[in-house]
């Protein structure tokens, strides 16, 4: 596709519930990140897959967090048992190749509210 | 890690004024982007900048990387450059680090 797409764009789940958020890449982009933006804040980051390959998932604020990337094209987040502080933007990038040197593409992100 | 710093926090300027936001960092860094969060939250790429200049129409933006300080240009600002204006930068990986945004609202 032309950019980088995200869904559900609004997720409202209620707390314990799971949920999973869908990145579709940019085609052709190799490496692919997921952040969190809490309000008021600057992104931070969760995880970073280089084709199907999860090369750090420092950021994953808990074991409840998932990430996958299975086939090296479109990439879900998965939140067990989700709790309020996981309320959040969730921002998905890609970039061209693996090289720390290109320049990241930001879909529009899912607003996740956790009641 | 890394720190990033933005500078200033928030900004108010009058439609038809011009503007300098700072970015400073800690360490040497391999890649340096600035950012538009508009008011729907979409990030959108402004430049990509690890040193030199650059110039895209009303703005422009100088990293000297020596320095590890990044510079954004608004010139005759608009009403619809308001928004959230983001450092980023990647010193590992490729994972980028942002700074807390300059908040930018311009008046009519």
């Known amino acids: 596709g032309a950019g980088v797409s995200q869904s559900p764009r609004y997720k409202v789940a209620k707390r314990g519930q799971d949920v999973a958020l869908r990145c579709d890449p940019i085609?052709?982009?190799?490496?692919l990140f997921w952040y969190q933006q809490a309000l008021g804040q600057g992104p931070e980051f969760l995880t970073y897959f280089q084709n199907e390959a999860q090369l750090d998932k420092s950021g994953l604020p808990s074991d409840r967090f998932f990430a996958e990337r299975p086939e090296g094209s479109v990439s879900t987040l998965k939140i067990q048992r989700t709790q309020q502080e996981d309320s959040a933007v969730y921002l998905c990038?890609?970039?061209?190749?693996?090289?720390?040197?290109?320049?990241?593409?930001f879909g529009p992100g899912t607003r996740l509210t956790v009641l | 890690g890394i720190q990033v710093e933005q500078s200033p926090p928030d900004l108010i300027l009058q439609e038809g004024a011009n503007s300098t936001l700072r970015c400073n960092f800690s360490d040497s860094v391999n890649n340096l982007q600035w950012f538009h969060q508009n008011p729907w939250g979409q990030l959108i790429n402004l430049f990509y900048?690890?040193?030199g200049t650059k110039q895209n129409g009303r703005l422009s933006a100088t990293t000297v990387a020596t320095e590890r300080y990044s510079l954004l240009y608004i010139s005759s600002s608009q009403t619809t450059d308001s928004g959230v204006y983001f450092c980023a930068v990647v010193r590992r990986y490729s994972t980028l680090t942002f700074g807390k945004g300059t908040m930018l609202l311009v008046s009519p």
């Open positions: 900048i690890p040193s």
């Open positions: 085609s052709g982009h190799v490496s």
């Open positions: 990038a890609s970039s061209l190749s693996g090289t720390s040197v290109n320049e990241q593409f």
